[in-house]
């Protein structure tokens, strides 16, 4: 069937996000005088288990004492409330090739879409810093991690994405950095590119229908070339 839409995953894959994640978490617990420190070593690891709120459970569980689940959600409030404070002080870029790709597919009539595990707040953040406009005003369909029951590598934010599209997974393409990502998108039937990012290098991506080293086009597969 003829492709429709783009579903894009946000962290990692619009732009590298992660250090701003770290450094608003750190900030956080300092603010909090919580004695968690989270350094690239831990982050790479914690980045396992998706979602902000499950990271810090899954963290307070590891060491066996910590802030409780409503304790957590508060803290989780506050860090994205930092997080945008941290973008919108400049230094976050979109990666390279992904505004141009979004140009592009928008020239030859497909719809744009997000499915991501953050929250809808962090997809504004980012989208205000990048595009100087909310979410809304970019994409045609956002589906939010704080909107579906299970998260990522659960498919149902790539469901939900889908559903608000009005659109069969074979009529779209999903955009992913990570393996959570790509199993979230093939559990929903979706044919998935990846473009591993830095906290994503190093892992296994052999189920993607694509694999490339960046969103410029000369590296994208001829699906992804449009003519505008």
Known sequence: MMLAALIFDVDGTLAETEEAHRAAFNRCFLEAGLDWHWSQADYAKLLKVTGG????????????SGP??????????????IYGDII????????????ALMGSARAAGL????????????????????????????????????????????P????????????????????????NGLVSAKGAGLRVLVVPATYTQDETHDEADWQARSYNAADLPADLRFAG
């Open 156 to 179: 149902d934010v790539y469901d939900l994405a889908l559903s608000r599209l009005g659109l069969p997974p074979d009529q779209c393409i999903a955009l992913e950095d990570s393996r």
């Open 111 to 154: 719809k744009l879409a997000v499915a991501t595990t953050t929250s809808r707040a962090n997809v504004d953040a980012l989208t205000r810093a990048c595009w100087g406009r909310d979410a809304a005003h970019v994409f045609d369909v956002i589906a939010a991690g704080d909107e579906v029951p299970r998260k990522k590598p659960a």
């Open 53 to 64: 709120k499950e990271r810090m459970q899954h963290h307070r569980d590891a060491c066996g």
């Open 68 to 81: 409780c689940d409503d304790q957590i959600a508060a803290l989780h409030r506050r860090k994205t409330a």
């Open 88 to 99: 919108h002080g400049g230094g976050l870029a979109l990666r390279p090739g992904i505004d």
